[in-house]
């Protein structure tokens, strides 16, 4: 926090200022969790000091609920976890995600709120009194690479950084720390803002999630101007315009599409996910403009579960158009969209299409190094496969006959790993609301 200086934003309460110059990428700080919780699904699988999902964790012995992945995690966690693995120990059993979230931020008086809890099986009563100025500042944490939310803590100088829609920072977990980091040239007096929420919305839609969630009214420059909202509810131009009414009617058969896509993925039926899709774009297509969300969120879906299928061809197609229509409305350096350039230059490697593919592979990394590092584990991931699709595409440029020659040789003899199942989950977003 040296750079960085704590003031009074009007109309915002407390901000942060920075006071030099940052560039893109700069980490601008980083800070440990002041208190932090795993998900109960996931207490075995993760690590309860770094958060990274393991093979092989170690248990605690005494408590056998908290699991870590050497010895040096387990120290570090020692000074938090003694009093909740006392209390374990004695009570037989851990309580649940929300009363360990209760009684995690109360360090002045852990030993007392843990005893509480053994003999009432709740918190103390105080913990009410803090709870939404508690849930409307946490952090929900990811995995390793960023791909899972696996809990959610407390970091009491990046909850002084107040929301903008098109901000100038990002926030990234990477190896037990959350950092903040420059998305654009930030000049010494300027506000150090993140986004709460994603901008793939309408700015009305923005603004009713912060009210709901946050319980303030966002006033940046891109909802009262309403900034992109015509990208997001473009429709097709030309002599086909469709009409007012048409346009209403493809709307809501795509909202109640996606309500039948996420009942689907929930069961686990991708196949009937495929044709709800392809049924959607059949309609969308004659009417909806490229950018526009609900045909993006269609195509998204559609190439994500394709993939898993390993049905690359079509996925690749879907996967190249709702780029195309990111890159027109997310910041440049917006981590989604670095992410789904990597998910389509994966997905079009995969089906073969070596140019395309290592070039969405190239922007991707360039837009992760910016938002999560060249340190990040999906970052050096991603470089693995720039190196590897360079090398592809090389050969591909000398003989492409040998290069499809050698491409299905390798097919047969080796199995393409299986892209990770979809899920309904969104990606993990900065702050978490605690339901």
């Known amino acids: ?111 007392q709120a843990w005893g509480w809890w053994e003999r009432m099986g709740r918190p103390l009563g105080e913990s009410q009194m803090v709870r939404p100025r508690i849930n409307c500042n946490a952090f929900t944490l990811s995995d390793q690479r960023g791909l899972q939310a696996v809990g959610v803590g407390i970091f009491p100088n990046l909850c002084q950084a107040n929301h903008d829609c098109w901000p100038n920072c990002t926030v990234i977990f990477n190896n037990g720390k959350i950092e903040l980091r420059a998305l654009s040239k930030i000049s010494p007096g300027d506000e150090l803002t993140v986004s709460y929420v994603d901008f793939l919305n309408v700015s009305e839609e923005r ?55 996420n009942k689907a993925r929930l069961e686990g039926v991708y196949h009937e996910v495929v044709k709800l899709c392809r049924d959607c774009l059949k309609k969308q297509e004659p009417v909806l403009g490229d950018t526009n969300l609900y ?63 290592h070039g969405m592979i190239c922007k991707a990394y360039a837009i992760l190094l910016i938002t999560h590092g060249p340190s990040h584990p999906i970052t050096k991931d991603l470089e693995v496969m720039r190196v590897q699709t360079e090398m592809e595409l090389r050969m591909f440029q ?23 199942e979809p899920s309904n989950e969104t990606a993990p977003s900065l702050f978490h609301k605690k339901e």
């Open 1 to 111: 926090m040296e750079s960085v200086e704590v003031f009074t934003s009007e109309g915002k309460g407390r901000g942060l200022k920075a006071q030099k110059e940052f560039l893109p990428g700069d980490v601008i700080f980083a800070e440990p969790a002041y208190a932090a919780v795993v998900f109960d699904s996931l207490t075995h699988v993760i690590c309860h000091t770094c958060f990274k999902r393991q093979e092989r964790l170690h248990r605690c012995g005494q408590c056998k609920f908290a699991y870590y992945c050497d010895r040096t995690c387990q120290r570090a966690a020692w000074l938090n976890h003694k009093n909740e693995c006392s209390a374990i120990k004695r009570h037989g059993k851990a309580p649940t995600e929300n009363i360990r979230w209760e009684l995690a931020p109360r360090a002045g008086a852990h030993q």
């Open 207 to 261: 603004r009713r999630q912060l009210k709901k969630q946050y319980y303030f009214d966002c006033t940046c420059e891109h909802c009262k101007k309403q900034i992109k909202d015509d990208l997001m509810l473009a429709v097709k131009e030309g002599d086909h315009k469709p009409s007012a009414e048409t346009v209403k009617e493809v709307i809501q058969f795509s909202k109640d599409t996606l309500e039948k896509i």
């Open 295 to 357: 045909l993006l969120r269609i195509l998204s879906i559609a190439s994500e579960v394709l993939s898993y299928l390993q049905m690359f061809e079509e996925a690749a197609d879907y996967a190249k158009r709702m780029v195309d229509g990111y890159m027109k409305i997310y910041h440049p350096n917006n981590a989604q969209l670095g992410m789904a350039v990597m998910r389509a230059g994966v997905t079009h490697w995969h089906a073969g299409l070596i140019e395309a593919g």
């Open 398 to 420: 000398q003989n492409e006959f040998m290069y499809y020659k050698m491409r299905e040789a390798a097919l047969k003899n080796q199995k393409i790993e299986v892209m990770p």
